[in-house]
């Protein structure tokens, strides 16, 4: 290890990466709910919560654990205040546990959830930022010494390059719009206004901020790119991200009580949206194909299928329910629901994974290291993603044409026409099992493998 | 620094697009009142009674939520309250075929739930959820059928809503006249705790139609 710093980054990607295995297992119980509702002892809300909490949790942690490694590598020190970071993982991990404790409770025993002081103790019943107020406090309070730390190493160094400046601007703005989450409001219509801006303005604003950021700099690592041209792709690449994404956000208030001026608003920003991932896929193939040294296969591999899958996912599976003609009738649906895997897949885990292999590495020290096991991991992650996506597309077909164009029930539509849906959903769940216990196998492995000739991980000729 | 004009595209282009924005919130929130009705010390409770047992894991509301189980925007205008009150407090009892489980809402929390609902269902949505434009139907139904929305509990060879048992073959499960006549009359003095709505404003004539359609299902 170059500098003691890059244990806080191992640390991160450690959790985050037991954290989905956790997330995965209990996306198959959910799945498994889908088929028989009551077989497990905990209902489907709960393990619902747990699942995408999980998840944003885990997404979170890697993306802490890449900017302690970016600022580190590029100030080219150790940061400012070591047992500070420590102390920040440890509470980061221990609030965690704690708020799934407290799911885990409620699911138990629904009456254990209650109103103090204004607030609801162990969930607060809003999708994704269920977390209760005592905890909301606890990961903000994480957040300011996880900034205020990174922001303290880089004015004491110095060097405040591009990519550091963006990626540090992506996560201020991240941890701004985690606020507007923590208020009770006694408007249902304004309680999901401000939820939208926490969902909505991560994954579509701050979180795409940092991914380019982090694009720049994974591609700064494993080529010989020069840096002053991928910082001026990625200062597009974000401004774009933003000019579409923010007002983007009134293809979420289409339908929830407020006025119709945001049917235009919604249609015509989030429909560019797709432009700046798509921009984003090309600086990847075009920074590939210039610079011909890549001293880490693997890591670039990763890094251009996160730009083509954050691509696929965010951009087209949102790009064709964002038009409030279609979204009128597939709000909702099990079309949201395959966008949502697509989408959080390809541009977010794939983004933690990439990086993962470009840090971890050079963290370990290894020059070269067999890397048959990540691409196995990759393949069956990606190919069981793409199946189950295509099975819930199927499934929101069906819902659409006949709950919403024909009238038939939810509940039989649900229980009878899309079962086989769910089954296979499951099925595929299960592959996608397999790739994510090879990827915590190979992580916590990696570099023990013997190196096979011809699986080299490294390439530094100018041939092919 | 030569990417200094690119670096300021994205700060200064990116807080006006944030301002853009702002500017939009405030303009909405002056709206947002006239488009749904007063929210009283009610409503609020049964907001709250919504977010202690996370409907929204399984139910979404407004089209935001989880997939698992129905929307719930406009139930409070389609389903009458009674039997959403005695389905919230016991879901399964009520209906043999409900998958939601029984969360040990309070007769108290039912209510307020109910109030919170019917708040919703009458909020101004631009129009969602959408009328089905393709609309299908079960075959000839009696016209006091569709008068009185049995449909919305009951279905027939997979038409209609789920809330009560399925009446594809009623005349084969209760094929006595008498017992379909004093069970539309007075739903509870036949089923013990039936949570099926009285019909009280229903003609003598209606009834019997009802019923001689009903015996037709075998
Ligand atoms: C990485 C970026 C993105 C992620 C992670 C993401 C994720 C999600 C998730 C999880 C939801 C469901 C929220 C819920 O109801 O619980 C959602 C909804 C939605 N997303 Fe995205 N999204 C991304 C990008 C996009 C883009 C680029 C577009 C369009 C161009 C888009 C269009 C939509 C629409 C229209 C909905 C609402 C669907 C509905 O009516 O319920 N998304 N997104
Ligand atoms: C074994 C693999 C997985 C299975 C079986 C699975 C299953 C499920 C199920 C059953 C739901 C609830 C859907 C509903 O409420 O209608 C769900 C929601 C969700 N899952 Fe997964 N999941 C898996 C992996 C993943 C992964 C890897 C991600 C992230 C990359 C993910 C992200 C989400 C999101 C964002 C939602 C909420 C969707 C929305 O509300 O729009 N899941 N998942
Ligand atoms: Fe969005």
Redesign the pocket.
Same mark, same amino acid.
Request: proline content about 0%; overall charge positive.
């Given at each position: 290890m170059k500098y003691k710093s890059h244990r806080i980054a191992m640390n991160f990607f450690t959790f985050a990466v037991l954290l989905f295995l956790v997330?995965?297992l209990v996306? @198959?119980i959910?799945?498994g709910q889908?088929i028989k509702p009551d077989f497990f002892i905990i209902s489907f809300n709960i393990i619902?919560t747990l699942?995408?909490n999980a @998840?944003v949790v885990w997404l979170l942690c890697g993306l802490m654990g890449a900017t302690y490694y970016v600022v580190v590598e590029e100030t080219e020190g150790e940061l400012w205040n070591l047992p500070l970071a420590h102390f920040q993982f440890w509470a980061t991990a221990i609030a965690t546990i704690l708020v799934v404790i407290g799911y885990i409770v409620m699911g138990l025993n629904p009456q254990a959830n209650k109103w103090v002081f204004g607030t609801l103790i162990l969930n607060e019943g809003r999708?994704y930022i269920e977390a209760p107020r005592w905890a909301d406090c606890l990961i903000a309070l994480s957040a300011i010494l996880f900034l205020f730390n990174n922001v303290m190493t880089i004015i004491k160094s110095k060097k405040i390059t591009g990519i550091q400046g963006t990626l540090i601007g992506g996560m201020v703005f991240l941890t701004l719009m985690y606020l507007p989450g923590m208020v009770y409001i006694k408007s249902m219509v304004k309680d999901q206004f401000w939820w939208w801006w926490v969902v909505h303005l991560w994954v579509e604003g701050a979180w795409e901020v940092i991914a380019g950021a982090l694009l720049a700099f994974m591609l700064l690592k494993v080529t010989n790119a020069p840096r002053h041209v991928l910082e001026r792709w990625m200062y597009i690449e974000v401004f774009l991200v933003l000019f579409t994404g923010i007002l983007g956000i009134g293809h979420h208030y289409y339908w929830i009580g407020t006025p119709p001026y945001w049917l235009w608003i919604g249609a015509i920003f989030s429909s560019l949206e797709p432009v700046p991932l798509l921009v984003m896929v090309w600086d990847a193939f075009r920074t590939t194909r210039e610079n011909r040294i890549i001293n880490n296969r693997i890591g670039l591999f990763l890094s251009v299928a996160h730009a083509i899958f954050n691509f696929v996912g965010a951009g087209l599976w949102g790009v064709i329910h964002t038009l409030p003609q279609v979204n009128k009738w597939t709000h909702g649906t099990?079309i949201?629901?395959a966008?949502?895997?697509l989408a959080?897949?390809g541009a977010?885990?794939l983004l933690i994974v990439a990086i993962i292999y470009i840090a971890v590495p050079n963290i370990k020290g290894l020059k070269d290291f067999n890397t048959d096991r990540a691409y196995k991991a990759f393949w069956w992650m990606t190919v069981s993603?793409i199946l189950?996506v295509l099975t819930l597309t199927g499934a929101g077909m069906v819902q659409v044409y006949m709950e919403r164009l024909m009238g038939v029930d939810y509940v039989v539509v649900k229980e009878h026409y899309n079962y086989w849906f769910w089954v296979f959903?499951?099925f595929f769940?299960v592959g996608?099992?397999i790739g994510v216990g090879l990827l915590v196998l190979d992580y916590f492995t990696m570099g023990n493998l013997p190196v096979r000739k011809g699986a080299s991980n490294i390439r530094t000729t100018a041939s092919a | 620094m030569e990417n200094n004009g690119y670096r300021n595209l994205f700060i200064f282009g990116s807080l006006a697009c944030f301002a853009i924005l702002i500017a939009l919130t405030v303009n909405t929130f002056g709206k947002l009142d006239q488009r749904a009705e007063p929210i009283t010390e009610e409503v609020n409770a049964g907001k709250m009674v919504w977010h202690k047992y996370d409907c929204i894991g399984c139910h979404t509301i407004l089209g935001n939520g989880?997939?698992?189980a129905p929307d719930m925007t406009k139930i409070a205008s389609r389903i009458p309250k009674s039997y959403l009150k005695k389905f919230l407090m016991d879901p399964k009892k009520t209906n043999a075929h409900a998958t939601m489980p029984k969360l040990g809402i309070t007769a108290e929390e039912a209510d307020q739930l109910i109030v919170f609902l019917d708040w919703i269902s009458k909020v101004d949505t631009n129009g969602w959820p959408p009328k089905p434009i393709m609309t299908v139907t079960a075959g000839n139904v009696a016209d006091a059928y569709t008068k009185y929305q049995c449909a919305d509990c009951h279905s027939i060879s997979g038409v209609g809503g789920t809330s009560g048992p399925d009446l594809s073959h009623e005349a084969s499960i209760h094929p006595d006249a008498d017992w379909q006549l004093r069970h539309l009359t007075d739903p509870a003095s036949v089923v013990a705790d039936s949570a099926m709505t009285p019909f009280p404003d229903m003609s003598q004539e209606e009834r019997t139609q009802i019923v001689n359609f009903l015996l037709t299902l075998k």
């Open positions: 997330q995965v996306g @198959l959910a799945a889908f619902r699942h995408i @998840l999708t099990q949201t629901n966008h949502g895997h959080f897949y977010y885990v993603m189950m959903r499951a769940g996608f099992l | 989880s997939y698992f």
